[in-house]
């Protein structure tokens, strides 16, 4: 099983909405990712996860909380979003072992909209 | 700072020819890794191909090959006898040994001609 499988695909939130986004794998990665994409974008690193510990934070505005339950669980919990965060929500995983030359598994992604 | 460069937005290729996407990683690591990564219209990232910086050999992987040029610090993403499923946005991620993250540069927009 090599797959990043992300819920749900799509989301339309308001402003004043609490959603959360969900990430899962199964593959034994111990390193855990999100990244936010706009259109015609590259990805941003949002948060890395290693170990169930936050290890990268790239300054993300406190409206983004993310939650690592477990190994094989990344959630990534949203409040007061305003609608320029409104892009495709990216998670990724890599086996976090120190093996520097492996890749990143991404899921499909959730595509936010905030209205 | 570390900066990866794809110089070219967008890329055109008939169906059947050769397409080389460029990109460039200025660095002062010597230990790093290229990866390149398509995401097609499903906007899922798929793995096209890894190049490891301390090997002098180039990366391939069936019609997908990496020109590694290191005193330019060049990964060229080579497509030979391109298909319509090549079609995609292709981005060059480098990692450095010792860090979780990849850096993702601008991304070519790559188009096959029938």
């Known amino acids: 099983d090599t797959e990043v499988t992300q819920t749900p695909k799509h989301l339309v939130m308001g402003m004043t909405n609490k959603k959360s986004l969900k990430c899962e794998q199964h593959m034994g990665h111990r390193a855990m990712y999100w990244y936010k994409q706009k259109a015609k974008k590259p990805p941003e690193l949002m948060f890395v996860y290693s170990y169930e510990k936050l290890s990268i934070n790239e300054s993300v505005p406190s409206r983004f909380s993310p939650e690592c339950p477990n190994s094989s669980l990344l959630n990534l919990h949203l409040h007061a979003l305003q609608p320029e965060d409104s892009a495709l929500y990216l998670c990724?995983?890599?086996?976090?072992?120190?093996?520097?030359?492996?890749?990143?598994?991404f899921g499909q992604g959730t595509r936010l909209t905030v209205v | 700072a570390q900066t990866v460069t794809q110089s070219q937005p967008e890329m055109s290729v008939q169906e059947a020819e050769t397409v080389t996407l460029s990109c460039t990683y200025d660095?002062?690591?010597?230990?790093?890794?290229l990866f390149w990564y398509k995401q097609p219209p499903s906007r899922q990232m798929i793995l096209v191909i890894r190049q490891e910086a301390y090997k002098q050999q180039n990366a391939t992987e069936n019609r997908f090959s990496v020109n590694f040029q290191k005193a330019a610090k060049s990964f060229s993403l080579k497509i030979s006898d391109s298909q319509l499923g090549d079609a995609a946005m292709y981005f060059c991620a480098p990692r450095n040994s010792g860090t979780y993250k990849y850096i993702f540069g601008t991304g070519t927009r790559l188009k096959v001609l029938a």
């Open positions: 660095t002062s690591e010597s230990d790093y890794y």
């Open positions: 990724a995983s890599s086996p976090g072992d120190r093996t520097w030359n492996t890749e990143a598994f």
